[in-house]
């Protein structure tokens, strides 16, 4: 079975520095795709970035990055800049590729963001 | 373009009550799913359809849980009878076959029994 795990239960920051949440994945698939989602106090989940396991290049989106270590089943998220509406819980996840495929998310990653 | 919309956004009910929470996909996916998330057991997936067929509903608690599909783009999940322990934030998040995989989340439902 598939399972995500951040190690990282909170993380802190400082305003206008730069952060890295840790994700790893266990999985025998090779075709999957991975996903950092947002979710604010407000609790909706937002999409962050997403990664296919067969592109090489780390997606980038903006202040956010990944660096994407498929031999290694590591994905870290890296904000750039960091900014005080980045405060939220971030969750990894992990959906195989096909239809039945759901997504498997990590307990996640509270960060706080000082000013 | 409209996203996954979930109703109602705040539900207080009490203990026996039934309670009904709907999702409306976004237009053209065909994949649904129902999350419930609680500080204890974090985000748990329910149940989820691919083509209005549900697929996996291994995670649907017991009997007094139950999801349906009446149509392409809607569907209802339905708690009867609610307890306290089903208290919780309830998401529906939709995706579409063979594209970007990506599975977006609606607003979510939370539901308070008391």
């Known amino acids: 079975a598939q399972t995500v795990t951040q190690s990282q239960p909170e993380m802190s920051v400082q305003e206008a520095e730069t952060v890295t949440l840790s994700c790893t994945y266990d999985t025998s698939e090779s075709d999957y795709y991975l996903f950092w989602y947002k979710q604010p106090p407000s609790r909706q989940m937002i999409l962050v970035i997403r990664?296919?396991?067969?592109?090489?290049q780390n997606a980038t989106e903006n202040r956010f990055s990944v660096n994407f270590q498929k031999a290694a089943k590591s994905f870290s998220l890296k904000i750039s800049d960091s900014q005080l509406g980045d405060a939220a819980m971030y969750f990894c996840?992990?959906?195989?590729?096909?239809?039945?495929?759901?997504?498997?998310f990590g307990k996640g990653t509270k960060l706080s963001v000082k000013p | 373009d409209a996203g996954v919309i979930q109703s109602p956004r705040h539900e207080v009910t009490e203990m026996g009550q039934e309670v009904t929470l709907r999702c409306k996909l976004i237009?053209?996916?065909?994949?649904l799913f129902w999350y419930r998330q609680t500080m204890m057991r974090g985000l748990e997936l329910l149940i989820y359809?691919?083509?209005?067929?549900?697929?996996?509903d291994s995670g649907m608690p017991e009997d007094r849980f139950s999801a349906k599909m009446p149509n392409a783009s809607f569907s209802t999940l339905k708690i009867q009878p609610s307890e306290p322990r089903d208290s919780a934030v309830y998401f529906c998040a939709s995706s579409i076959t063979g594209t970007s995989w990506t599975i977006y989340f609606g607003e979510g439902s939370w539901l308070t029994v008391v």
């Open positions: 237009s053209g996916h065909n994949s």
């Open positions: 359809f691919n083509n209005n067929v549900p697929i996996d």
């Open positions: 996840a992990y959906r195989k590729s096909g239809s039945q495929g759901n997504l498997i």
């Open positions: 990664q296919e396991a067969y592109k090489q």
